[in-house]
């Protein structure tokens, strides 16, 4: 498989971190370098980790997680986006916090580990076509660590716009990803 397929899977996955990375960003008002990168480490990380767990999985799981993955990822998603535009409405949703103050380690990895389920099917994929995972998993995961930095700073400059509603929309765009992935995966069933 050649760099530039490689790339357009990166890209892919990174799509759901991406949007997650603004939806967390709009509720940040003095952004710090810690709060740029860190979504982007924790998104970034499991991405590149996914593939290679699935990888080495094998094909044997593949049809267990197909089976219930999607709703994993809808059920973890419906929570924390619903938790968000509660907190918004509360009146919560925006304050001199940032996010690496608003969400926990255990927050930041229930939502890393959601948008990164679909990276566990490429990995049993890639398997299949004999693809070096080390490379791959590497690029997916500088790729999605880029694509979340871009979208955390989008997001911020975004919040600042649309204050109060910021932790709202992130909520809504939350719940529309599990959704989408949720509909994707009885799709696929």
Same mark, same amino acid.
């Given at each position: 498989?050649?760099?530039?397929?490689?790339?357009?899977?990166?890209?892919?996955?990174?799509?759901? $971190? #991406?949007? @997650?990375?603004?939806?967390? /960003?709009?509720?940040?008002?003095?952004?710090? *370098? +810690?709060?740029?990168? &860190?979504?982007?480490?924790?998104?970034?990380?499991?991405?590149?980790?996914?593939?290679?767990?699935?990888?080495?999985?094998?094909?044997?799981?593949?049809?267990?997680?197909?089976?219930?993955?999607?709703?994993? $990822? #809808?059920? @973890?998603?419906?929570?924390? /986006?619903?938790?968000?535009?509660?907190?918004? *409405? +509360?009146?919560?949703? &925006?304050?001199?916090?940032?996010?690496?103050?608003?969400?926990?380690?255990?927050?930041?990895?229930?939502?890393?580990?959601?948008?990164?389920?679909?990276?566990?099917?490429?990995?049993?994929?890639?398997?299949?076509?004999?693809?070096?995972?080390?490379?791959?998993?590497?690029?997916?995961?500088?790729?999605?660590?880029?694509?979340?930095?871009?979208?955390?700073?989008?997001?911020?400059?975004?919040?600042?716009?649309?204050?109060?509603?910021?932790?709202?929309?992130?909520?809504?765009?939350?719940?529309?990803?599990?959704?989408?992935?949720?509909?994707?995966?009885?799709?696929?069933?």
């Amino acid at each position: 498989m050649d760099f530039f397929t490689v790339l357009a899977i990166a890209l892919g996955l990174s799509a759901d $971190a #991406f949007t @997650v990375s603004v939806a967390a /960003g709009c509720r940040i008002r003095r952004l710090t *370098l +810690r709060d740029t990168v &860190r979504p982007g480490l924790w998104f970034g990380g499991f991405q590149a980790l996914m593939p290679i767990l699935g990888w080495l999985g094998g094909l044997a799981l593949r049809e267990v997680i197909a089976g219930f993955g999607h709703w994993v $990822a #809808f059920g @973890v998603l419906l929570v924390v /986006g619903g938790k968000m535009i509660i907190e918004a *409405l +509360r009146g919560g949703g &925006r304050s001199e916090d940032s996010i690496s103050e608003r969400h926990s380690t255990r927050e930041m990895l229930i939502l890393a580990i959601a948008t990164s389920i679909d990276a566990l099917v490429v990995g049993f994929s890639l398997s299949v076509l004999h693809v070096s995972i080390w490379a791959a998993a590497v690029l997916i995961g500088v790729v999605t660590f880029l694509v979340c930095v871009v979208g955390t700073l989008f997001g911020c400059g975004i919040g600042k716009l649309v204050k109060g509603w910021a932790g709202i929309a992130g909520g809504i765009v939350l719940i529309g990803i599990g959704i989408k992935l949720l509909m994707e995966g009885l799709h696929r069933a």
